[in-house]
């Protein structure tokens, strides 16, 4: 029964999302107040059917019903419960729920937390969310259903895959998904902006708090996937330029682009048909990422065919998003006008060249994601591209777009002087160079890799200083605090988020330069040294789980030279009872300065274990580099300038409104 | 149906992990290995470096890199050795030949395209009117701004 309800709430969420589109973008094209105002109550209620749907999908996962295809193929009776419920969208099927609810969430969102926009701008936003919502109802409802039923009922389930049997694994679809999502409203308002033919200040700064909403949840999404790689694989990597990856980067990569060049839109009014462009990709990225990962195209471009159905439906709607509002935008971007001109040193060109470097980026990684898949579908030779051709290609033009990262907030809006920005930068300058020449002595070994890496990020951070310094000497308030306090939270999101990035390029560095790894047999008793600590392996354990048997090696560590154990770890080979499938889940001893890994591999025999022990220098600054960016974005959002009712709507509407001239 | 082939390939991946590496590995050879190993693709793996993986076939070929460092061969002559036996496919590195001019050539006219752009642009805001778009804007700004 509950399935049921789950399946008919998506028809009537599919009925209110294609009303969602349809009333409030004819209202808005017709000037009609009524229609208009149906947008908010439409978007709720889709909102309210989408999370009944999702609900009973829960409800099903949670009380084992067998009788769900679903339920059946991805997930067990053993299966602890926090597991039952994320393997609600561990399928196919049910991550495509999880995005429609992600995307009526945020269209409720903006419902609720639009109050000061005028009716019309808000009516075209929530009609343009509507008419995503109403594709991705009807893929689930004519491809994807996530309630099919199984007749007769299995009798047990066939379990969710182990390696997704993890803390991280619950959290990181959402937060991902989230961000994927979140830039559809970045998207709605790009096309609402389009479909007036009106694109100004008042759009960009309506914009920005939505997009670095959405990225900061993508930037915490993308983190966890590396993090859950690194500890959940069993090989210590942490990004491995896997397509998989690829696909939740290059959105990442376009609203990072995005952000900036709406920061350009709103203070200076220039990039308008770049940023409008920026958003409609940023969420295009999404839309494809979303599809390749999720329809298997990326293990084998042959994958479409064994569903035709889905595929076509996915072109279809692919074609109609992408080159529907890419029409749109060769039509009315003219229209959208030009904004004020800057000399070619200036904030703007700037953050012009920063866009351009991550646009490259972009396409490149587009480029060596898609490559393989075009060479084989053409039948021109099976090739791999891989990390060493990524970081070939994006460290060169990443290097520079950081470097300039430093110097944007130094240099003023308009108009620059380079001997002044030198004059002011010159200490940052030779504090980073001295830190290049001098600190990687002190982790043993001087490379020009690490040396560089180092220079960028020292230079990361003595600029902020810099520009921290100067910015609170110069606020016109008295006292130390009260200027500090004075500085808008924006404003020091976007130095956090700076310097996320020197903390994330310190992590790599490091892990890059300096880790260390064996790959040896031990046999019980045997020790091995690794980054000035030993590890003596004792043996085996049995051990049991909620829903597998597990081996767990027993493992004393001493710093080199001492007798005191500082650390005992205990990796474990899981061997997972209803699937079969064996696991290796690995003991990390996570440290500021680095982490002890150590993995199991298999028994060779008397006792002996193949063993892979790692150090790795530095690696947790990767992820924490990561989540200073998010906390950047937060900060960001979190600024009062957002959140001022700013001005009644009849005023702003009567300002925005078309001139009659 | 990822899910599903992907724990097919890690369960196989995962199966044998064969004999481990040496009792007493030499750092020279294990690192020149290391650095081989992270660009040839395991073949019977999802997507994973001859380096991270413990199916059979890359505690194999490991060993296979290992005597082949032992024999003296050069770091090329072990890895055309690879591509001899497993095809292109096994480089995780592609090599520029007659498929792959685009790959590689693409982000360096992307580059080129992109200064150009960035040149293009530049001149022209360097010429372009100075305040974007007057009374408006100052009104909408003060709008925007006012506390009301």
């Known amino acids: 029964m509950i399935p049921e309800l789950g399946h008919f709430a998506l028809v009537i969420a599919l009925t209110l999302a294609l009303a969602q589109a349809i009333l409030p973008l004819a209202g808005a094209a017709t000037n009609r107040a009524t229609l208009m105002g149906t947008a908010r109550t439409l978007a709720t209620g889709q909102f309210v059917f989408v999370a009944g749907a999702f609900a009973a999908l829960v409800a099903s996962f949670m009380a084992n019903d067998f009788s769900v295809v679903n339920v059946a193929t991805n997930s067990n009776s053993r299966l602890p419960g926090p597991y039952r419920f994320a393997a609600s969208w561990g399928s196919h099927e049910g991550s495509m729920l999880l995005w429609t609810l992600m995307l009526a969430g945020w269209t409720f969102a903006v419902a609720l937390f639009s109050r000061h926009l005028p009716e019309r701008m808000v009516a075209r936003v929530i009609g343009v969310m509507g008419l995503v919502s109403a594709g991705f109802l009807l893929f689930m409802l004519l491809t994807s259903n996530p309630f099919a039923r199984l007749l007769p009922a299995a009798a047990d389930g066939r379990d969710l895959n182990p390696l997704l049997q993890d803390p991280g694994m619950v959290i990181h679809p959402p937060m991902l998904y989230m961000g994927y ?72 990569l376009a609203g990072t682009a995005l952000i900036h060049s709406l920061a350009v839109t709103e203070k200076r009014g220039t990039f308008r048909s770049w940023t409008v462009l920026l958003a409609i990709t940023a969420f295009s990225l999404s839309l494809v990422g979303t599809f390749l990962v999720r329809s298997g195209v990326l293990t084998s471009v042959h994958a479409f065919a064994t569903d035709p159905a889905r595929g076509i439906f996915i072109l279809g709607f692919l074609v109609l998003v992408i080159g529907g509002s890419l029409a749109l935008f060769a039509w009315r971007a003219p229209r959208v006008g030009l904004g004020g001109g800057f000399s070619p040193v200036s904030r703007e060109s700037l953050l012009l060249a920063n866009n351009v470097l991550l646009a490259v980026a972009l396409a ?256 947790d600054w990767i992820w924490g580099g990561c989540l200073m960016m998010a906390l950047g974005g937060i900060l960001a959002i979190a600024d009062k300038r957002y959140r001022s009712r700013m001005a009644s709507h009849a005023k702003l509407d009567a300002a925005l409104a078309p001139s009659k001239a | ?126 010429a372009a009117p100075d305040a974007p778009s007057g009374p408006r804007k100052a009104e909408i700004t003060r709008l925007l701004d006012a506390k009301d």
């Open chain 2, 1 to 126: 149906m990822r899910a599903a082939l992907t724990a097919l390939v890690l369960a196989f991946c995962g199966a044998v992990f064969g004999q481990a590496g040496p009792k007493t590995p030499d750092a020279n050879v294990e690192a020149r290995m290391k650095l081989l190993a992270e660009e040839l693709r395991c073949l019977v793996c999802q997507n994973q470096t001859i380096a991270d993986s413990n199916a059979s076939l890359a505690v194999d070929l490991r060993n296979q890199i290992r005597g082949q460092i032992a024999e003296g061969r050069s770091d090329a002559q072990i890895r055309s050795y690879m591509v001899e036996r497993y095809g292109d496919f096994v480089l995780y590195k592609p090599p520029f030949q007659g498929n792959t001019i685009a790959l590689w050539v693409a982000p360096v006219v992307l580059l080129a395209g992109g200064a150009l752009a960035f040149v293009v642009l530049v001149r022209r805001k360097r």
């Open chain 1, 364 to 619: 490149a990684v587009m480029l060596g994601t898609l490559y393989p898949l075009f060479l084989d579908a053409l039948d021109a030779g099976k090739i791999s591209v891989g990390p060493p051709y990524f970081e070939a290609v994006f460290a060169p033009l990443m290097a520079p777009a950081i470097f300039l990262m430093a110097v944007g907030p130094v240099a003023s809006w308009k108009r620059a002087e380079l001997p002044a920005l030198w004059t002011r930068l010159k200490w940052a300058f030779a504090v980073a160079v001295a830190a290049g020449l001098i600190l990687p002595f002190a982790f043993g070994r001087w490379s020009p890799l690490v040396a560089f890496g180092l220079l960028l990020a020292a230079w990361v951070i003595a600029a902020s200083v810099v520009q921290v310094r100067a910015r609170i000497a110069l606020a016109p308030q008295s006292g130390l605090s009260a200027r500090i306090a004075a500085q808008p939270a924006h404003w020091y999101g976007m130095v956090i988020a700076h310097l996320g990035i020197a903390i994330f390029i310190i992590g790599v560095t490091l892990v890059k330069g300096y880790e260390t790894e064996r790959d040896i047999r031990m046999a019980p008793g045997e020790k091995t040294v690794i980054g000035g600590y030993e590890f003596t392996f004792t043996g085996t354990k049995d051990v049991t789980g909620p829903n597998y048997l597990a081996t767990q090696g027993q493992f004393e560590v001493r710093r080199e030279g001492d007798i005191r154990i500082v650390r005992s770890m205990h990796p474990e080979k899981r061997v997972y009872q209803a699937s079969g499938q064996t696991m290796t889940e690995a003991d990390i001893d996570t440290g500021f300065t680095g982490d002890l890994y150590v993995s199991l591999g298999e028994p060779v025999g008397d006792g002996a274990w193949g063993v892979r022990v790692y150090h790795k220098p530095f690696v």
């Open chain 1, 181 to 252: 999502v979140g830039f559809s409203v970045a998207f709605a308002f790009a096309i609402a902006a389009l479909l007036e033919g009106r694109l100004d200040a008042a759009w960009a700064r309506w914009s920005r708090p939505w997009t670095t909403a959405a990225w900061s949840f993508l930037t915490v999404g993308i983190m966890l996937g590396s993090w859950w790689a690194y500890y959940e694989l069993g090989w210590g990597g942490w990004w491995f330029w896997d397509p998989v990856e690829n696909a939740s980067f290059m959105p990442w």
